[in-house]
């Protein structure tokens, strides 16, 4: 079965940097979306980074646009989250997700298969 494993996540200063991994198992990566998405306490999970598998095209939310590079490794079947300038609104669940098909790469209820998510805090 599709299987999502995310690590990486930690406790860092503000300014500070975090790369997350994904490690993707179960499924043939290929002709899927790649996302990462983030739940913050009380608030809705939101999508951050996606990535298309074939082709490497990809959305940022605007909140990280500059700050945060989704890629790829299809040769280990991993995505990356490499987050810089980290801020303390950052901190939340980061979870690594597949789907398709997408229509709205950073839409949540597009994507079918789901991490359990690693945490990421960030101190002011």
């Known amino acids: 079965q599709v299987q999502l494993v995310e690590s990486g996540g930690g406790s860092v200063q503000a300014g500070g940097s975090l790369r997350l991994s994904c490690a993707a198992s179960g499924y043939t990566y290929s002709n899927y979306w790649m996302g990462w998405f983030r739940q913050a306490p009380g608030k809705e999970r939101e999508g951050v980074a996606a990535?298309?598998?074939?082709?490497?095209?990809?959305y940022y939310a605007d909140s990280v646009k500059g700050r945060f590079t989704i890629s790829q490794d299809n040769a280990k079947n991993t995505l990356y989250l490499q987050m810089n300038s980290l801020k303390p609104e950052d901190t939340a669940m980061y979870y690594c997700?597949?789907?398709?098909?997408?229509?709205?790469?950073?839409?949540?209820?597009?994507?079918?298969?789901w991490g359990q998510g690693t945490q990421v805090t960030v101190s002011s």
């Open positions: 990535i298309y598998t074939d082709d490497g095209s990809s």
């Open positions: 997700a597949a789907g398709r098909p997408v229509w709205r790469p950073l839409g949540r209820y597009d994507y079918n298969y």
